[in-house]
């Protein structure tokens, strides 16, 4: 018999990674042995990407060269163009990329090969695609016409002129940038499992990506962004405390707090929390802001929880302009360079995933024909 299963399988060590590290107690989180402090600000989204997906942050000659091949991957197939306008009629945001990025996957120039080479291209070209496919998504609904890519930015800078229409301020394409960079890769969280299971099968890199969309969109993960921010709107400014504590006292969760894996402040809601706050005052309201304040304490006060990544993620795009439905879809856009470079792990040293299970229904039942059940 199977032993006793962890439920939500808490603590248990499902793969072995060199992309990412988390101390949940001590509230650090490394990628590749980078502390995120050290990275955030300091290092572009691109180089991010590039460490995560390729093992090193680049030189400038390569990342000239990994740059040139995100701006030739960004690319969108015929099969995709022709059906982003029908998509964007009928699909909610994630819903979309789901059959985007799957639709991509059919007309990928290496659709046939998990080759480590095949793979490295794949994953340059979904990390290019991903922030195209929002922006096209947005403007097929909307009806704007897009704004062309600009060479002179970032695919932060590129993703906010597209999405608002404006060139960004230069630091608010730092900002951006910064959330990027901040959302690339966190272990073994849920979507990244379920992209790790997919690739474990030798199924392709699409195929898996596809998977940890799909994952990504619940609000227990990546969904919670927006939920932060409907939260926000649906509260009276001067009512948040009491609001909050009835919430809590009805036995509902207040999205955006409480995290699996850190037991103290997630290091990412720092920086977060910090942008945020000088947003805000640059918009001249600092209204949600303030309230965000106030939710912390009193989610603190009352049950110990601490703010994760998608607490303060929501008001910083909200003050960048991004609509709130897209909160989500600008996270995948960041994991995808995470999502990928666990594919490219997992077909390195792979092993097909696939746990037990305990068995909890009936035996020894006894079958009886149709007519007389
Ligand atoms: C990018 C990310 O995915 S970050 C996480 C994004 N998700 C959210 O913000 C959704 C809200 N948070 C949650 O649902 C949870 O904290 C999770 C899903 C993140 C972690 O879940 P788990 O580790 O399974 O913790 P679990 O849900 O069992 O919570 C443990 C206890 O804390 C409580 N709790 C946890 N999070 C919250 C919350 N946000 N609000 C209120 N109570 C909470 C639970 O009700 C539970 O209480 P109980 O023991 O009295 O039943
Ligand atoms: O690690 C997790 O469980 C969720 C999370 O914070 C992330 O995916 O960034």
Redesign the pocket.
Known sequence: MADKPT??L?DVVAASTALSDIDGKAGRLFYRGYDIHDLAGRTTFEETAHLLQRGSLPSRAQLADYGAELVRGRALGTLVERDIPEIAERQTPMEALRTLVSLAGAEDPDKDSNAPEANLRKAARLTAQQPILVARYHAARTGATLPETDPELSIAGNFLLQITGRRPERRAAEIFDTCLVL?AD?TM???TFAARVCAATLSDMHSAVVAAIGT?KG???????E??MRTLEALDPRGVAQAVRDR?AA???????????YKTE?PRATHLRRMSEELAEASGDDTYYRMSREMEEV?FAE?R?YP????YAATVYHYLGIPTDLFTPV?SVSRMSGWTAHVIEQHADNRLIRPDSEYIGERDRKWVPIGER
């Open positions: 439920k939500g808490a959302h966190h969280n849920a979507s990504l609000p227990l993960h990546g969904g919670a962004n939920q932060v809590l036995g509902e969760k207040i999205m955006g707090f409480g995290h699996r894996v997630d989610v049950k929880l994760n990544v998608d607490f996270f």
